[in-house]
Structure formats: C-alpha cells, structure tokens
C-alpha cells in the first residue's frame, strides 16, 4: 500500500515507544541512529530555512552527526527499529527535490523527538556498546533541536508535504478493489509530479484513467442527483483533452511491449473501476450492496478529489514538452498562423511537419484546465439550502447583541478609563488616511 513520512514518523514513534517499555531493544536502537542521523544530516544541508548556514541547519546537522557517531553500523537483522529509521531515509530520498525550506523543518523537528527517545532506549543497556557520552550529546542535541522547534514551529501548510502519499512498488497489486483505486491513483500523482517527463502516449493513458474515474464516480449516484451530471460532464471534459491532443506526436503513439511506470498505474485504474462497473458494483447508499461497496464509493470519492493536483501536474509536463523538440505536428492539424502558411499548404506532406511550442499546446492545457474544473466537486445543494435557511433565521433573531454593540459604540456612552476618545481612534477603512498618518 501507498505511504507517506507522516506514515512512517508514526510507525516508527509507536515503535519507539514499544522498545521504551520492553527489554533488549538496546542494540536495535543504536543501530537505528544511523539512517535517521544521516537523514538529518541531508535535511540540514539541503537547507531548514531562509539564512545560509543558520542556526537551524547548525543544530540539526549537529543532531545528525550526533546520531552517526553514536550509532551501531552492525547489521540490523530483522529488527523493526532499524529497519523502519532506513525506509524513512530512502523515503525522505525520494521527496528530496519537493519539500521546502519549511517542509524539511517540520521533518527534522519530528525526527529529533524520535532520535533523542533512541539514544535514551539505547543508553539503557546494562553493558553499552556505545561510550555514554555519544548518547549524551544525542540527548542534547534532540532537546536543542526541540526547544527551537518550539519556539519556531512549523505551520499546517509547512507539514502537508509530509502527508503526501507514495506507492509501493509495481509487483503483486492488493486484493481489495478499493486498495487498488487508490494504490493506482497515488501512483499516478507521484509519477506525474514535477520533475518527470511524461510522453504525449502516456499523458493519453492518464487522461484516460482519468476519464473513466469520472464515470465510475457518476455511478455512485442516481441519475437525478446533481453529482451524477456533474461527475458526467467531466469524463467528457477528460475525452476532450484526448481529442486536444491527438494532433501530437513524439514517437510513442504506438504499441509498446514496456510499459512505463505512470501506464502501468493508469491501466491498473482504468482496469479495476471497468471491472467493477461491469459486475454491477454501483452504490451502497439503498444498503443492498454486497460488502465493500462503501470502502469502494469512499476510494472513488478520494480518488477524484486528487484529480485537481493530477490535472495541474499533467499542464505542467505538457507545457514542458517544446523544450525537447521532439513533440511535431502537422502544420494543417494546428490554428494557423502567419509565419507557417507554407507549412499549411504543405498538408500531409513532411514539409508540413513543424516543432510545436507553447502556443500550440495552449489548447490542448486549456483542455485540462477545463476537465480539472469540471472534475471539482460540487457542494451539496440541500446542504447549502440548509446552511442559508440557518443564515436567515439567525438574521430573524432578536438584535439585542448589537443593540449593546451599537450601545458602546454611541457618543453618549462613557469611555472606559485611560480609552481614547471616539473622534481620536483610528480612522476607518472608507475613511480616507491624510499623508503621515499610520493605520
């Protein structure tokens, strides 16, 4: 199944705590101080915040070497503790390039609580492997490394990045079909994400996936629900860019015997939820559905709520596509254009072949665009009938509370002690503010 660092930070906290209240977790303890001090030591070098070198690289990349002095290089075996410090390393390997500043902060905060409670695991052997004082300064460094993180911490936005799912590996796909939706669709985010190069047949083979996601989450409805038009104009809007785009051609448009990462995942979407339709697995909101229809309504659900970052990320490689100049189109297939009557004419002919740039592809982002908008869920239009009959009624109740506002606010009404008077507070916002003068 798909993970994330938040997954593992998790995985290896509740592992932490395991080995604080169970004997013999010494030696797994030290061992795993050495992939997580290394990951520090990455993290404050790719940078922790705005000022080169600050204060927050300092204490982190004193952290990691800390944890790498003081860690056991023998081989870990089959212990947890070490083995789950290497999977969050080669994770946080491969989100190198996307977390920010901000983000490799919040990963180095958390990552320093769990380093300090290994070195406290590992320093109660009753014959330590490790000098004492390695462990000490382990001690300190995560508590230096907490305390800035307290008086520093990250925002909601900064740790998102780490909630960010990955797949696994393409081998034995689960057996849940919903495991499989969203195993796939994860898939189809990180491969997609930027960085990656994207051929024009394999952004076919997503926007494909994509279409059929849209239909089967217009099945979860009855066709009088909004949601089941809405869903239904969007696998359409998901078509269209495959008609945007069929007038590029990079060499791939054919049958491949490999097939790539980002096809794999799209034909294991695409292949389940057409399964899934064909035996008839719909809905479970009448409650006459076999089982696992409603974990299969819930991925479906989940799934499309990522088509909005799937669709912005596929903009992103289309856009990136002339700088190769291996993308060519026939001249008469694209909006003409002066400098290419001569290829216009040329029709079918080799002489009609041009490289395509950012102006030829406009219609075919604008595509995506459009099918990215229209894959949005729409609110509910009951609840938002409730939510404005609640409004009303609330503008129907007595006005008591702002006959006090109004009552404080009135000329007449005596200022509290050491209160300004009325016409020397600021000045509203319509107010116009005279030159010098400071909000």
């Known amino acids: 199944m798909a993970t994330s660092l938040r997954s593992l930070l998790d995985a290896l906290d509740e592992e932490v705590t395991r080995a604080e209240s169970a004997p013999n977790n010494e030696a797994g303890a030290a061992q795993a101080l050495g992939p997580l001090g290394r990951t520090l ?12 070198g600050g204060y927050r690289e300092r204490f982190v990349q004193e952290l990691g070497t800390a944890c790498v002095v003081a860690s056991d290089p023998s081989d870990a075996g089959e212990d947890r503790l ?24 919040a990963a180095a905060v958390e990552m320093a609580t ?41 925002s909601a936005s900064d740790a998102r990045p780490l909630d960010r799912a990955i797949p696994s590996p393409l081998r034995q796909p689960p057996q849940q079909p919903a495991d499989r939706i969203t195993e796939a669709m994860t ?13 024009v047949a394999e952004v076919l083979a997503v926007g494909l996936a994509a279409e059929t996601l849209c239909a089967s989450a217009a099945t979860l409805h009855s066709p009088n629900h909004p949601q089941f038009e809405a869903m239904t104009s969007a696998g359409q809007a998901w078509r269209r860019v495959g008609v945007a785009l069929q007038p590029f051609n990079d060499g791939s448009r054919h049958r491949h ?36 229809e409603e974990d299969l309504s819930a991925a479906v659900s989940a ?31 694209l909006p003409p254009r002066e400098h290419r009557v001569r290829e216009q004419l040329a029709g079918r002919k080799p002489t009609g072949l041009i490289h395509v740039d950012l102006a030829d592809l406009r219609p075919a982002v604008n595509a995506v665009r459009s099918a990215v908008a229209e ?9 938002t009938e409730e939510v404005a009959s609640m409004g009303r009624a609330a503008d129907d109740r007595p006005a008591m509370s702002r006959q006090r506002l109004s009552h404080w606010r009135s000329p007449d009404h005596e200022h509290p002690a050491g209160a300004p008077p009325t016409d020397q507070r600021l000045p509203a916002a319509s107010q116009p503010v005279e030159p010098g003068h400071r909000r």
């Open 375 to 383: 894959s949005v869920p729409r609110p509910d239009l009951a609840a």
């Open 41 to 52: 030591q990455r993290l404050a070098n790719d940078g922790l915040s705005d000022e080169i």
């Open 257 to 292: 015997d490999d097939l790539s990462t980002a096809v794999a995942w799209a034909i294991q979407l695409h292949e389940t939820l057409r399964q899934e339709r064909a035996t008839g697995v719909q809905t479970a909101q009448d409650g006459n559905g076999p089982k696992g």
């Open 82 to 105: 070490p083995l789950l410090s290497g999977v969050l390393a080669d994770t946080t390997d491969i989100l190198r390039f996307e977390l920010g500043g901000a983000s490799r902060w």
């Open 187 to 199: 898939g189809l985010v990180h491969y997609t994400r930027p960085g990656a190069q994207l051929a």
């Open 303 to 333: 799934c499309v709520a990522q088509l909005p970052e799937l669709g912005d990320n596929l903009c992103r490689l289309i856009q990136e596509w002339p700088r190769g100049g291996r993308v060519l189109a026939y001249a008469q297939q």
């Open 114 to 154: 769990i380093a300090r409670r290994l070195g406290e695991v590992a320093s109660n052997a009753d014959a330590p492997k490790l000098p004492s004082s390695a462990l000490e300064h382990v001690r300190r460094a995560g508590i230096l490394v907490e305390r800035t993180g307290a008086i520093e911490p990250p």
